[in-house]
């Protein structure tokens, strides 16, 4: 069975940091590309930031670029976003998503809320 757990997320302050991680089981995750996504309310899902599935390389939204950090542990089947200067709008529910590098069907996390407000 394959699991996708979010978590990290919580209430901060504007200007502040967080982490979020997603630990990822019942797949070989060294063959997954990693994704976070975020939806707040009202709007559609974005995605924020994906990370190669073997080299690490990242891209990510241009809302996010210079703040927002992705990266993964293959070791831990783990992959993170550090999020600093967070802004009010930021504020939304951060899902992770696992793509199949060669073929299969894409998973998703449960997301985990972040709110930032003061």
């Known amino acids: 069975q394959v699991q996708l757990v979010e978590s990290g997320g919580g209430l901060v302050q504007p200007g502040g940091s967080l982490k979020l991680s997603c630990v990822v089981s019942?797949?070989?995750?060294?063959?997954?590309?990693m994704s976070w996504y975020r939806q707040a309310p009202g709007k559609e899902r974005e995605l924020v930031a994906a990370i190669t599935s073997l080299s690490g390389m990242t891209n990510y939204a241009d809302s996010v670029k210079g703040r927002f950090t992705a990266f993964r542990d293959n070791a831990k089947n783990t992959v993170y976003l550090q999020m600093n200067s967070l802004k009010p709008e930021d504020t939304a529910v951060y899902y992770c998503k696992a793509v199949a590098v060669v073929s299969g069907p894409d998973y998703w996390g449960q997301g985990t809320q972040v709110t930032v407000s003061s």
């Open positions: 019942g797949l070989n995750f060294r063959a997954y590309a």
